[in-house]
């Protein structure tokens, strides 16, 4: 690790558990961030101070005036830019010792896989179940860990999904929601989407106790959290064996 | 009484309130309970035949009630009753 790198990380390097060889982890990581809005945001300027080596952060949008609420890596100048290019551009202003791949494109049955390819985990920061279901059946094909997380106006909730040890996500979820448009605060996102990153963080540095087979959910209203608990469907067609 | 609540998208369906409180023996009677208060929340969590729609999530004190008993999972005075479906936005 150069001198300048250890000079960036100091404060982190310091937490317990971490060192030079947590931080050595985290460089030589590479992630997928499927989406980059409201929570893609911050899960990826998370991500990129926090020296993860490869961030691949997928959007297929265009950034809008109605984003800007909550969309933190896109400022005014910016509506009207590709979300993908535009996030990588600011990523690697925040820190340009690592490698973005910066990917204009809508994830579906036919990409999803090529996406994920060599990724260590994946980070569910998309607005559907549609793909959210998508990259559940990535990460258990490809055995790699996936944070689900979502939110509706000031709440939210996350997982970490891990296959062969936790429920998946149609374990808990067997149906999607009803299709509706969501209100949504960027406080919240920022709250559930920075818990996301920090769970992915620990498991690559592998430190902590991970979200697993729970879910935590957020109260902004009450300012309360709350955890229930989740378990595999040995009858769910997607992860029982 | 036992305290219940909704999240996300489906606490419109009580008007907005964080947490109300009902008693019911179990979980089918505090649904019943619960759409005598705010008509129409049954046929939003159960499907035709009465059973909870699979986009829909109960909680008991944490625990899945399909995983427990169901709408026959008997309910406590200090429970906590949590109906919540997916979050999707991003």
Known sequence: MFLKEKKRYDRQINITDFGIEG???????????????GLGSPIAIYLAVAGIGNIRI???????????NRQILYQNQDIGRKKAEAAGEKLNKWNNDILVEAITET??????????????????????????????????????????????????????????????????????????????????????????????????????????????????????????????????????? | ??????????????????????????ISECIKNLDGQFPGIKESLCDNNGELLESINVYVNGDNVRYLNGLTTTLKEEDEVDIMSAFAAG
């Open chain 1, 23 to 37: 931080q050595q982890k985290l460089k030589q990581s590479k992630v997928l961030i499927a989406g980059a809005g």
């Open chain 1, 58 to 68: 997928v959007d297929n949008d265009k950034v809008s005036l109605s984003n800007l």
């Open chain 1, 107 to 241: 994830i579906s049955a036919n990409n999803v896989y090529h996406l994920t390819d060599e990724c260590d985990v994946i980070l569910d920061a998309t607005d559907n179940f549609t793909v959210r279901y998508l990259l559940n059946e990535a990460a258990l094909a490809r055995k790699i860990p996936l944070h689900y997380g979502g939110i509706y106006g000031l709440e939210g909730a996350l997982t970490t999904i891990i296959p062969g040890k936790t429920a998946c996500l149609r374990c808990i979820f067997p149906e999607p929601p009803p299709l509706t448009i969501s209100p949504a605060l960027g406080v919240t996102a920022g709250i559930i989407g920075c818990l996301q990153a920090m769970e992915s963080i620990k498991y690559i540095v592998g430190t902590g106790e991970l979200l697993t087979n729970r879910m935590l959910v957020f109260d902004g209203l009450s300012m309360k959290f709350r955890e229930v608990k989740l378990r595999p469907d040995p009858r769910c067609p997607y992860c029982s064996s």
């Open chain 2, 1 to 26: 009484m036992a305290l219940v609540r909704f999240a996300g998208q489906l606490r419109k369906l009580v008007n907005g309130n964080v947490e109300l409180n009902f008693t019911a023996s179990n």
